[in-house]
Structures are given as structure tokens and as C-alpha cells.
């Protein structure tokens, strides 16, 4: 009370120094007060021809007649509810937000109203430009996301009719590997063994572009059983020591810990193992190290592959699972034949199992890539 009693002299003051527009009314919806606010807003009325007067002189009769204000304040007046705002807009696109309280005195009841004004002209068209841009901003996602699905549903059809002819041109590869259409010459059987590589290497992209639009329409399928993930390393492992060995690379698997069996796909989780592996040999120099680390951990094995290879930017490293990712400088994922979609795919194995996925590198020291499986 007494911080109250000491202000009290000022009251005047403080209402004028006010920044909103004041104005108090009586039951007649006559003006018995306007604040410093109003006149500075309205240049063309002092105060004589204004007190006294008819709401209608502060307002014009169109503005009153289309929010029905003087209806709200009778309202007020009746029930002494506070009427908690509206817009009000003025000609020349000038808005306002009004708020109405009732004023007791004493056991009199009520006999004034006090209505605040705000001038909100700026906070409306800042408020209209961000929801233009709102409107803009969510037609061209619904563009992108449109263009996205036709480019998705490209690679998806083109998988499934590229399979078809070279699965029948594998076939004849075979034949002619087993002698079924005739003997081969030793130079014959040695273009054969480079038709063959290539064409498994068209069919590993035609896998890759077909896990890609499966992971995009969530249809991959997990099969999980009990796997254990160090023999499913070491399978991968052994299937690419020989292009490991190509580069006299040392290759190491470290198992920490009891490993017990998990719930997973054995296929995928493979599939995963082979995407990082193949990376590793390809961006490690020869004669370099790689290693595989699986630690046993509360509530889930974390594995870790080491190289001491080329490494990754830091500008790069959050974006290096996207697909047709290509790292700054030089292409990545030309050099290694693959689309840019393995590291993708095996993102996507992964958070499928609910675990997850990162690299840590830096240039020339080598990357760690690392994900973890749920024992769950």
C-alpha cells in the first residue's frame, strides 16, 4: 500500500505518459476523458471538442456501427465483465486492438468505462507478410515433396525394369562360364570375367537404388531372429578381404566385452557391415588399417570402424549420409562407384533396428564410423 500511496500524486502522470490511446466513458457513451495518446493522434482535436461529446465523435459512426463497440460497452456497463478486445480497423488501413474494463466507484456501482486502444497497423502487416510467406513457403514444399515422389517413383520403376534384363543377362554369363554354350578360349573366358564384374556391379546399384525408394516408402522389410553381430563382422569380413588384400591393407576385428545374440536382420545388418567396410578400403591409402570394434554396452552393442584413410570435412559429416551426397572438393561418391547411396542405406538399416548412426574424422587423420544396435 504504501508503494500505492506514494505514486498516488502522480496518477495524472502516469496516465499521460501512457503509450496506447485512453479513453473513459460514461453510461450516455458521452467522453469524460481522452489521454495525451489520442490528441497526439488525432492533430485536428483539442480537448474542448472532444469531452463531453458522443463516443461518435471520438470514432467515426462507420467504425462504431461495423464492431458494434457501443454495444460492448453497454455490455460492460450491465454485467461489469471486462470486454477482452477486438480489432478495430480504420479507414486508410489503420488497425487498432480495443479493450474495454468497467471502472467502480465506490458502492455506486459502475458509472465509467475505460476503453484502451493499441495501435497494432505495423504488428497486422508484419502478421499478413508472415503468413504470404507461410502460404508461399508451404506451396513450394508441396512442390518439392510432389517433384520428390515422381523422382522416387523414376528410380523405383527404373530398378525393377533394369533387374529383369540383366538377371536374364547373368544367366547367359553363367552358361557360358559352365561350357553350356561351347568352350571358351582362355581370352574369351577373360572378357567374360569382365562382363560378369560389371554387370554385378550394375546389379549392386540396382539393389541400392531399390532399398532407397524402399527406405523413402517405408517398405523395407526387417526380418528380425537372434543374430550375433561379431559373426555377421566376420562373414563381411572374410567376403572383402580379397579387395582389402588387392590393397595390402591390415584389417582387424577387436570383440570387448560377452557379446550375447540380439534381435535383428542378419541380411541387413550385413548389408550394413559391407556398405562401411567397402567405404573404408576405398578412401584408405595402401598398406593402411582398418579395424572393427564391437563392445558389448547396457542396453545396446556399438560398433566402430576405423580408418586411417583420407577423412571427412566437418562441414561434411552431418550431411555424408544424405543420398547422392558428393563431399566438397572432389566427388565421393564417383570415385566410389557406388551413387553416394550406401552410407543412405545403412542409415537407414539402422534407425529401422531403432539404433543409430555418425561418423567421427577429420582430413587427413582417418574416420570412425559407428552405430549402435538395442539388445531389445
Given at each position: 500500500?504504501?508503494g500505492?500511496?506514494?505514486v ?9 505518459a ?8 460514461n453510461?450516455?457513451?458521452e467522453v469524460?476523458?481522452?489521454n495525451r ?12 471538442d ?15 456501427e461495423k ?22 480497423r ?13 471502472l ?16 497494432i ?5 508484419l ?11 508451404e ?5 518439392l515433396?510432389e ?14 525394369e533394369?533387374r ?6 547373368n ?8 561350357g ?12 567374360i570375367?569382365?562382363i ?22 517405408r ?9 550375433k553381430?561379431?559373426e ?7 567376403e572383402?578381404?580379397?579387395l ?11 570383440v ?27 578412401y584408405?591409402p ?21 580408418d586411417?584413410g583420407?577423412?571427412?570435412?566437418k562441414?561434411?559429416q552431418?550431411?555424408?549420409f ?19 547411396l550406401?552410407?543412405a ?5 539402422v ?5 543409430r548412426?555418425?561418423?567421427?574424422s ?15
Amino acid at each position: 500500500m504504501k508503494g500505492i500511496e506514494s505514486v498516488r500524486g502522480y496518477q495524472e502522470e502516469i496516465i499521460e505518459a501512457i503509450p496506447s490511446t485512453i479513453i473513459v466513458v460514461n453510461r450516455s457513451l458521452e467522453v469524460l476523458y481522452a489521454n495525451r495518446n489520442y490528441y497526439a493522434k488525432s492533430v485536428a482535436k483539442r480537448e474542448r471538442d472532444v469531452l463531453g461529446e458522443r463516443l461518435s465523435r471520438v470514432i467515426p459512426p462507420m467504425l462504431i456501427e461495423k464492431t458494434r463497440i457501443d454495444d460492448k460497452i453497454r455490455e460492460v456497463f450491465l454485467t461489469g465483465t471486462p470486454f477482452d478486445g477486438d480489432q478495430l480497423r480504420y479507414p486508410g488501413g489503420m488497425f487498432y486492438f480495443y479493450k474495454i474494463y468497467p471502472l467502480k466507484e465506490g458502492e455506486e456501482g459502475i458509472s465509467k468505462v475505460v476503453i484502451f486502444m493499441e495501435n497494432i497497423t505495423e504488428l497486422t502487416r508484419l502478421e499478413e507478410e508472415l503468413r504470404d510467406s507461410y502460404v508461399k513457403l508451404e506451396n513450394a514444399y508441396a512442390e518439392l515433396k510432389e517433384n520428390d515422389e515422381m523422382k522416387s517413383e523414376f528410380i523405383s520403376t527404373a530398378s525393377h525394369e533394369l533387374r529383369t534384363p540383366l538377371t536374364v543377362i547373368n544367366s547367359y554369363i553363367e552358361m557360358f562360364e559352365e561350357g553350356m554354350l561351347g568352350e571358351l578360349g582362355e581370352i574369351q573366358r577373360e572378357k567374360i570375367q569382365i562382363i560378369r564384374s560389371q554387370i554385378e556391379h550394375m546389379i549392386r546399384l540396382v539393389e541400392d537404388m531399390l532399398d532407397t525408394s524402399r527406405l523413402e516408402s517405408r517398405k523395407l522389410k526387417i526380418h528380425k531372429s537372434p543374430i550375433k553381430v561379431d559373426e555377421i563382422a566376420r562373414k563381411a569380413l572374410d567376403e572383402l578381404s580379397r579387395l582389402a588384400g588387392l590393397k595390402e591393407q591390415a584389417v582387424s576385428l577387436t570383440v570387448a566385452g560377452n557379446l550375447l545374440e540380439i534381435d535383428g536382420d542378419g541380411r541387413r545388418i550385413k548389408q550394413v557391415f559391407n556398405n562401411l567396410l567397402t567405404n573404408a578400403i576405398k578412401y584408405t591409402p595402401n598398406k593402411g588399417k582398418i579395424g572393427v570394434i564391437i563392445r558389448d554396452e547396457p542396453g545396446q552393442v556399438r560398433v566402430s570402424i576405423v580408418d586411417n584413410g583420407i577423412g571427412i570435412a566437418k562441414k561434411d559429416q552431418s550431411r555424408i549420409f544424405q543420398k547422392f551426397f558428393t563431399g566438397s572438393g572432389s566427388s565421393l561418391t564417383r570415385e566410389s562407384g557406388r551413387m553416394g547411396l550406401g552410407l543412405a542405406i545403412a542409415k537407414g538399416i539402422v534407425e529401422a533396428h531403432e539404433g543409430r548412426i555418425w561418423v567421427e574424422s577429420e582430413i587427413g587423420n582417418g574416420s570412425t564410423f559407428i552405430f549402435t544396435l538395442p539388445k531389445i
